[in-house]
């Protein structure tokens, strides 16, 4: 055989093999969920040598991969790990290793008690060497923030000893065991991380690291319910360890001052089941030992019948000249609560609604474990003890910063619009600023629109109008409002708000130093506002966003960031909205010259980190096909590196792609939509072909779609890898219309569709959930171009709905109708023809489309009678329909056990009616209640 023939035969050869693999090629099962990888937790060192990041499958054991940022190939991986640190040295990560899940579903399936199942571990990698140290039985752990090489590690209570049968030693019969003593705290280690030295602490009930790692504290818990709980600081420079306090009941809100200057605890001798405990707030001085500060509800200055609260954990300024804390009202006496000649079985429940109330009743009920809990903000100056309260009953909103540098602070309450929430959820506020040295507030606004915050300087307040539809910011030495962008040539409104509210804004990127300048976003791109002189304000990005259609972004690149930093480098985040491409430009912050870009490419990237102390830095990556890999690369994007590799068992499934569908609607809209088309789609053969729609989804092109098990909808991976095609349209609403709005975006869309080719017109159907399972209901009494229909939690009676209950929050659903998404815009009683006509239940006789409707019984966001109500119309007109109704679930399902039901119904009922495949017993037998629980029915008949 000559040289070129082998060569010949040996291409031929491979070229089968591939072909043969290629159609090896299976479609996505069920069975493929819980194996599906997704990457989170990815961090960077703060010098930017070492990576990780944690890989979990939907069900199974995670791992850890950790690598240096050199070399992604050289990985070690920690099976089973989760939660995982670097130390601020960047020498270090620490995790937790958690149990086999297969291995403690064996033993929870032999009835063992939650003491005898595996606990986590905890590994400590070092890493240039790679060495792992693991340690057994840890509750938590924890290492500094900001620097120090330690680690505190809680380990679980030890497990009691059994009798040794082996043991010949004779026992004292006349001496009694000793029992071992009660107590909820167990053993802490504190030690360097490299365990050149350590220290161990018995009965620990909690812990913490200042923010600088110099020191420890740590609680003791009580023993047999003696008054033994204790506090103490560990210094970890010395090994000396201080008692703070003692033979208090409990030790809360312990919290360190910036530099360690401080520490703050709130303490109570009451016992846990105390009805009216009094605590004390303390201020304990680290370097002389001592308590500096004590203060309770005598203090002079706190509010007046207040006391300390336990619910608000205390905080410090930056330059520690201030502790703020929190002051409740005092308990109220009750005498119909506390009468003792009352059997709780005469005691009256009920539930009175007052006109009157600011909330409803079952608003009321949603929050009253957080009104239980309200408490109102005070100061302390740390040097004299003296007590400022700041917010009050009247005023009881204060907010402070991430870090509290200024003298002020913002305060507001909406108790005078509180009433009107019901209907009208964009009520206003009145805004105060509050000086810190007097306490005095200062009105800045009455019902003011917006939610305002301060400047990071505290030269002004600021906030998005939206009466007016423009930023506006407050000088509070002036007191004069200035509107920031009315001036400007362009809107700073959202352009493509379709409901009957007021548009929201497309936010603000962050201050300049000394508050010299705002940046703010409109549509497209990014203006630099002086508030001195906004007619003066700089277009950073040229206007080349808007000119072609570019959405440009401030990258964040430092996460503690208090105002933007011109000496740092300005990466812009870019997205098409035409094409959906995606990527990252650089310009200036003076605006002088159009950004560059830096990479564009039709992808999405996102979660951009950069090392706080070096230039190396990572993204993530996708598309439709491609998983949402980490990479790594620096700030000039010239090369990305990839580091993870997601589910490579992809490759061996038939996974598909996706195109634009570029379309108008009956009023001559242009909009957009997703096919997702088969793999090695045939434009001449037929397939059956779903449609999904919830408001506008055009713009998530790039975004890649796992498989998993439904919560409501379905799932576009797994119909296209069986064959489907899959189209997602968007809907422009007109107000007051919502279902002809959907109407006239979705047919046109699906049409389009059609146009392209390979679509079975005799096969499609629509599936949709919650504002998208509403349409459904809409559409099929409309048009009887689908053969099925599938309607997740659909509003079907808008009348009925609109006097409506939100369980989830307690909220009446007027709002939803008067201002936002089901976008009618008046009451009840103003509009009573729109409610009517958009309500599908009052046409179900036009009804001809077999229909699966999903509607659980604890749904908190649609009324679970929606779906019986539009089930029990298509019953008393003969039309099939099934209603699933899973127990005790929400609006979308939690449970994945029920996920994976769905999932596996709703293919059943699409393959049945799309597909020709039998149906399941489920649909032709039903489900009998003396059947529930003991089978499924998942079978398919004849």
């Known amino acids: 055989m000559n040289k070129k023939y082998r060569i010949w035969l040996s291409l031929a050869l491979l070229f089968a093999a591939q072909l043969g693999f290629a159609q090896q090629k299976r479609s996505l099962t069920h069975a493929d969920y819980d194996g599906w990888e997704s990457l989170g937790s990815e961090r960077i060192t703060k010098n930017g040598q070492y990576v990780g990041y944690q890989i979990s499958p939907q069900d199974g054991d995670s791992r850890l991969e950790i690598f240096p940022y050199a070399k992604p190939s050289s990985k070690t991986i920690i099976p089973r790990g989760v939660g995982f640190s ?10 937790k290793i958690a149990p086999q899940k297969d291995s403690v579903r064996v033993l929870k399936l032999q009835k063992k008690k939650a003491d005898d199942l595996p606990k986590d571990s905890l590994f400590i990698l070092q ?12 509750k938590s752990f924890s290492i500094p923030s900001e620097k120090g090489s330690w680690i505190a590690v809680h380990f679980e209570k030890e497990l009691a000893k059994k009798p040794d049968p082996t043991d010949t030693v004779k026992s004292d019969s006349t001496k009694k065991a000793e029992k071992p003593k009660k107590t909820d705290g167990t053993k802490l280690l504190v030690r360097s991380l490299d365990g050149s030295k350590s220290w161990e602490f018995d009965r620990v009930k909690s812990y913490g690291f200042s923010q600088n790692g110099d020191f420890l504290q740590y609680t003791l818990a009580e023993e047999d319910t003696l008054d033994n709980a204790a506090l103490h600081v560990l210094d970890l420079a010395t090994g000396e360890s201080k008692l703070v306090h003692e033979k208090m009941t409990a030790y809360s809100g312990l919290t360190f001052s910036p530099q360690s200057k401080f520490l703050s605890f709130i303490a109570t001798d009451d016992s846990a089941k105390h009805k009216k405990p009094e605590h004390k707030l303390f201020l304990y001085q680290i370097s002389s030992g001592s308590i500096a500060q004590e203060v309770g509800k005598t203090t002079a200055g706190i509010l007046e019948n207040g006391r300390i609260s336990p619910d608000r954990n205390p905080r410090f300024s930056e330059d520690e000249s201030r502790m703020f804390f929190g002051v409740a009202k005092d308990y109220l006496d009750f005498a119909y609560e506390d009468d003792t000649t009352i059997l709780d079985d005469e005691r009256v429940s009920l539930d009175i609604w007052g006109w009157q109330d600011a909330e409803i009743q079952p608003m009321q009920l949603k929050n009253k474990s957080q009104e239980e809990k309200q408490n109102y903000l005070a100061l302390m100056e740390t040097g004299s003890g003296k007590v400022i309260q700041l917010a009050t009953p009247e005023l009881e909103n204060v907010w402070l910063e991430n870090k509290i540098t200024q003298d002020v602070a913002l305060a507001w309450t909406d108790q005078a619009y509180r009433r009107n929430f019901s209907w009208d959820i964009q009520t206003g506020r009145d ?24 400047s990071p ?6 906030w998005y109008d939206g009466r007016d539809s423009s930023w506006v910011s407050f000088d509070l030495a002036s007191s004069k409002k200035i509107n920031l962008t009315m001036a400007l040539p362009v809107a700073f409104f959202e352009e493509l708000h379709d409901s009957p509210s007021l548009p929201g804004s497309y936010g603000a990127e962050g201050w300049l130093a000394d508050d010299s300048a705002i940046l703010i976003n409109d549509r497209y791109d990014i203006w630099k506002i002086d508030p001195r002189d906004p007619t003066s304000a700089v277009n950073l990005t040229l206007g080349e966003g808007r000119k072609k259609q570019l959405t440009f972004r401030r990258e964040s690149l430092k996460p503690d960031e208090r105002f933007i930093d011109t000496k740092e480098p300005l990466i812009l985040s870019a997205f098409n909205e035409v094409t959906k491409e995606n990527g990252y430009f650089s310009t200036s912050y003076e605006g002088k010259s159009a950004p560059k870009v830096l990479l564009m490419t039709a992808n999405r990237y996102y979660g951009l980190t950069k090392a706080e102390e070096s230039a190396e830095a990572m993204v993530r990556r996708s598309t439709y096909q491609e998983n949402p890999d980490l990479f790594l690369t620096d700030l000039t994007f010239k090369s990305l590196t990839k580091a993870s590799n997601l589910n490579p068992q992809q490759s061996q499934v038939k996974w598909g792609s996706v195109e634009l ?11 957009q939509g997703l096919l997702f088309k088969p793999e090695g789609f045939d434009p001449a053969k037929k397939y059956p072909m779903m449609v999904y729609f919830y408001e506008r989804n055009s713009d998530t092109f790039h975004s890649y779609r796992a498989p998993a098990p439904s919560r409501s909808t379905i799932n576009i991976p797994y119909f296209v890898s069986n064959d489907y095609l899959v189209f997602v349209p968007d809907i422009k609403y007109k107000i007051g219309l ?21 679509v079975d017109t005799e096969n499609m159907a629509i599936q949709g959930q919650s504002w998208g399972g509403y349409q459904v209901a809409y559409l099929i009494t409309q048009t009887n171009m689908f053969k099925a229909a599938g309607a997740g939690a659909p509003v079907v009676n808008m009348t009925s709905a609109y006097g409506g209950i939100r369980w989830g929050t307690g909220m009446s659903r007027m709002f939803q109708y008067e201002q936002t998404q089901s ?15 958009n309500s599908p239940l009052f046409m179900m006789d036009r009804v001809e489309t077999p229909v699966l409707i999903m509607h659980n019984d604890a749904d908190g966001a649609v009324p679970w009678y929606q779906g019986i109500e539009m089930f029990m119309a298509l019953k008393r007109l003969n039309k099939p329909a099934w209603l699933l109704q899973y127990n005790g679930e929400d609006h979308n399902l939690t449970q994945r056990k029920n996920s994976k039901d769905l999932s596996i119904r709703l293919s059943q009922f699409f393959d049945h009616y799309l597909k020709g495949a039998p149906a399941p017993l489920w649909m032709t037998e039903g489900l009998p209640a003396v059947e529930k629980g003991r089978t ?7």
Request: hydrophobic residues 40%.
């Open 936 to 942: 499924l029915k998942y079978e398919l008949g004849n």
């Open 457 to 462: 300087a505290g030269k002004y307040a600021y």
């Open 661 to 671: 569908v570029n379309y108008l609607t009956l009023d001559g809209d242009e909009l």
């Open 431 to 454: 805004v105060y600023w509050v000086d810190m040295k007097t306490g005095k507030s200062n009105l800045i606004e009455k019902n003011a629109s917006g939610n305002p915050r301060l």
């Open 127 to 138: 890493l240039p060497s790679g060495k792992i140290e693991k340690l057994a039985r840890v």
């Open 823 to 837: 976008r009618i815009g008046g009451t009840l009683w103003e509009k009573p023809m729109y409610y009517l006509e």
């Open 86 to 95: 670097f130390s601020a040295d960047g020498a270090f990560a620490v995790g």
């Open 738 to 758: 919502p279902g002809q709005s959907a109407l006239e975006c979705i047919v046109p869309g699906v049409q389009a569709a059609i146009a392209k080719g390979g």
